[in-house]
């Protein structure tokens, strides 16, 4: 496959340069100010498809559209589906990026924007490796369906609805998506097995407006001080999630996937030190990999009550709320979570205080197969484009459509990650390794030559 590595080697300038300029498309899904943007990247994934003469449409929904491409089927070779998503999360805190979000800059071998790992540059390097075969060797060994989605941020709100009125078209022996991370730099992993997410907003209302403190404190219910103490009972001091039921479904690790785990080069003291944190804290009997990846948790994600200005104002809010999710794993049900929470939360709420519950996104924790020929042939082209057969690991954020996938279309997903565990995705300073997006478009040119010499049975 010379004149295929051949192309790659020649283009990497050019591949930048694409990069940069999807990069510069704030393409906020979560922001209705940037809808327009959101289209644009939209626009801009279809043109690279139509660059490739592949049969492409971009498929309007009630949020932001989806992109959809394909290839010509392959007589005896598989079809596989590559998902990834254009959209990218709000840049918040702006102040604290060294670079504008959605101005990229390269310093020390990194590209630094929002999106830059999640996921324009991971996704694309699929695009790009597709535009590799096709330019230097006029066809492909495998029919490719490609589906971009621009919702991914926001809960994959309409995707479902567009997954299960085309399963025919979407049919495929597999799908391809490079959403997450390697294990470390240097360590390219296969990720197994993601967490699922159940999020919610609580609204706590008191008396009809602000009032003294002083006059009233003490005699009333106060809503900040009910939203946390109401939300500090969720979680005990083991790091125990304190919800009736909340692990009836939970599978207990087994003592093959604990040693497994233990086996891989974590760095307690590095992971504590990029973080910036001088202990760790998480539940009782766990190690860090094991909290992160297979234990369910509950974070808060943000609250608003009362005078947050300069100085001091002695007030009661008349209002309190908070954003909160939990991680689940695998076989926990979001639905059944969330009628478990308000249950709680209703028992919890004191009289005086009226309590609202939304339910927003929420996504079922996955766990893939390992036993099978297109993971073989996964290690094998990551091998190949990173110079390392991968190590097996488990990942502690959410992709929805993992579920989906298997749910509607009955097929399992490769996840495999060119990011990096410090890359920043949803915080300041993300960034993506430049290395690695090579390396990513070389494993993944790789991966259609390994995948095309599947049999289809
Ligand atoms: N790319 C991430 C998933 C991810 C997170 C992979 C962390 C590896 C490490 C994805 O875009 C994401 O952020 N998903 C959301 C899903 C949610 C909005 C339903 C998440 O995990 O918060
Ligand atoms: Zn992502």
């Not at 449409?57 to 559209?65: I, M, Q, R």
């Not at 804290?281 to 009550?305: K, Q, V």
Request: aromatic content about 8%; proline content about 7%.
């Amino acid at each position: 496959m010379s004149s295929l590595d051949d192309y790659l080697h020649e283009r990497r300038a050019q591949f930048e340069r694409e990069l940069v300029d999807l990069l510069c498309i704030p393409s906020v899904s979560a922001s209705s100010a940037n809808r327009d943007d959101v289209r644009r990247a939209a626009a801009w994934v279809v043109d690279q498809f139509r660059g490739l003469k592949l049969k492409t449409e971009l498929v309007e929904t009630a949020g932001h559209p989806i992109v959809y491409a394909e290839s010509p089927a392959v007589a005896g070779a598989p079809t596989v589906l590559v998902y990834g998503h254009y959209d990218v999360q709000p840049p918040d805190p702006l102040k604290e990026w060294i670079s504008p979000p959605f101005e990229p800059a390269i310093r020390e071998g990194n590209i630094y924007a929002r999106g830059a790992t999640d996921d324009k540059g991971q996704m694309l390097t699929h695009i790009k490796s597709t535009e590799a075969w096709l330019k230097s060797q006029g066809k492909l060994p495998l029919q490719l369906k490609f589906l971009i989605e621009g919702e991914e941020e926001v809960g994959s709100t309409h995707l479902e609805e567009f997954i299960a009125k085309n399963r025919t078209r979407l049919a495929c022996d597999c799908v391809v998506i490079s959403d997450t991370s390697q294990f470390a730099p240097g360590v390219p992993a296969i990720t197994y097995g993601l967490r699922g997410l159940a999020y919610f907003e609580l609204n706590l209302t008191g008396p009809s407006q602000d009032k003294h403190s002083g006059t009233f404190g003490g005699a009333i219910a106060n809503p900040a001080n009910v939203l946390c103490s109401m939300l500090a009972a969720l979680i005990n001091e083991r790091g125990q999630v304190q919800i009736p039921g909340f692990y009836n479904d939970v599978e207990p690790l087994t003592p093959r996937e604990r040693d497994e785990f233990k086996k891989l080069p974590f760095d307690e003291r590095g992971f504590m030190q990029k973080l910036g944190v001088e202990a760790l804290r998480g539940e009782e009997g766990y190690s860090t990999l094991e909290r992160r990846w297979a234990r369910p948790t509950c974070d808060i994600n943000g609250m608003l009550s009362g005078y947050t200005g300069e100085g001091a104002k002695t007030v009661l809010p008349a209002r309190a709320m908070a954003k909160f999710s939990f991680r689940l794993v695998p076989k926990q049900d979001p639905k059944i979570i969330s009628a478990a929470l308000e249950k709680r939360l209703r028992e919890l709420c004191p009289k005086g205080v009226k309590m609202e519950l939304v339910s927003s996104h929420g996504a079922p924790g996955v766990v893939v197969p390992l036993d099978s020929p297109y993971v073989a042939a996964a290690e094998r082209a990551i091998e190949h484009g990173f110079g390392k057969r991968p190590v097996f690991m488990r990942e502690g954020g959410s992709i929805p459509v993992v579920a989906i996938f298997h749910d509607l279309l009955g097929v399992d997903t490769l996840l495999l990650g060119w990011g990096l565990d410090d890359d920043n995705p949803h915080s300041p300073n993300e960034k993506f390794c430049l290395a690695d997006f090579h390396r990513g478009i070389k494993a993944s040119a790789h991966l259609w030559q390994e995948l095309g010499q599947i049999k289809r049975t």
